[in-house]
């Protein structure tokens, strides 16, 4: 066979660009890394104690430092305070000192206290990488789509089954109610071999 005269040509555009889209959004901030981060803010403000009827941790009061953090106007006020704190919260809330500062200084800022630690806790979520109030709005957006959940879930599922020790009627625990023979998984199991 003889050689082809001319060079194939190489594409200069490759095939898998990948989409040229960006993402929407700011780039580098995660909508749950923010509720999650200010969940957990508002469990580092407050002393928890155990609720024995409902059998789950409940609010019980704010820390000290957490009272003093809240009631600080200074920057030098909002270090001392984190200085009685602990570690984590130290290691946590001393980098966002000036963010912390901005919060308190809001016109928004609510004046009783038990709403105060909520308000700064939503705030100082987004790190200052989006504005405390669009880190509030992401917080109170995540919770209203929670509450609009359902509370309920599935407890069991059930199918009607025709066993082949005689037993008709619906099955219990993906197994028939005499025999406890299992349903199969597999489409073949349950429709029998091809019939095509």
């Known amino acids: 066979m003889p050689r082809r005269k001319t060079a194939p040509k190489i594409s200069k555009v490759p095939l898998d660009t990948g989409s040229t889209k960006a993402r929407r959004g700011r780039p580098g901030v995660h909508q749950s890394e923010i509720v999650g981060r200010a969940q957990n803010y508002r469990r580092m403000f407050w002393d928890r104690r155990l609720n024995k009827k409902k059998k789950e941790w ?3 009061k704010p820390y000290e430092w957490a009272v003093a953090l809240v009631s600080a106007k200074t920057e030098d006020a909002i270090g001392h305070a984190l200085d009685s704190a602990p570690s984590y919260a130290q290691n946590e809330f001393k980098p966002l000192i000036p963010l912390i500062l901005r919060v308190l200084r809001e016109r928004e800022f609510p004046r009783r206290q038990e709403n105060q630690f909520d308000f700064l806790a939503d705030s100082l979520a987004g790190y200052g990488r989006v504005s405390p109030r669009r880190s509030r709005d992401i917080c109170t957006k995540h919770r209203a789509i929670e ?8 407890l069991r ?4 089954v025709e066993c082949s020790c005689g037993y008709k ?6 197994a028939c109610r005499k025999c406890r023979a299992e349903i199969p998984m597999s489409l073949e199991g349950l429709f029998g071999p091809r019939l095509f």
Do not use: L, M
């Open 169 to 174: 009627g619906p099955a219990r625990n993906d």
């Open 58 to 60: 409940v609010r019980d």
């Open 147 to 154: 509450r609009a959940k359902s509370p309920y879930k599935i």
């Open 157 to 160: 599922r059930e199918f009607y």
